[in-house]
């Protein structure tokens, strides 16, 4: 082979070098980006369907928490109208108390 043959085969094989690494590389960041566009999608999918599961459990613990504050109020609604007879009774008692008091101590010169 002469020493222009040779010159001429070591620039098509740099040439051809060159082109080789464009292409792999071109194909390389296509394939990156595809990755990462379908890791991207898959995790606005997966971010989505756990805040509508979110949303729906906070919707059920607030459905029952206020079944349980009108369980409370209704119970609390029935402790203050047995306060309000205890009361009652206690206001009668007391009534009592003070006429036999009055009746037996001889307390009736008010």
């Known amino acids: 082979m ?3 043959q040779i010159w001429t085969m070591m620039g098509a094989f740099i040439a051809l070098m060159f082109g080789m690494l464009t292409v ?3 194909l390389f960041v296509r394939v990156v980006r595809t990755e990462v566009g379908s890791v991207r999608a898959e995790m606005r999918s997966e971010v989505g369907g756990l805040r509508a599961e979110m949303r729906s459990e906070v919707g ?5 928490m206020q079944a349980g504050f009108a369980t409370i109020d209704a119970r609390l609604e029935t ?4 306060f309000d007879a205890v009361d009652a009774r206690i206001e ?3 009534r009592d108390v003070r006429a036999l008091v009055k009746n037996t101590f001889g307390l009736d010169r008010d």
């Open 2 to 4: 002469t020493e222009p």
């Open 24 to 26: 792999v590389s071109t």
């Open 60 to 64: 059920g613990l607030r459905a029952e």
């Open 79 to 82: 402790v203050n109208t047995r």
């Open 92 to 94: 009668g008692l007391d």
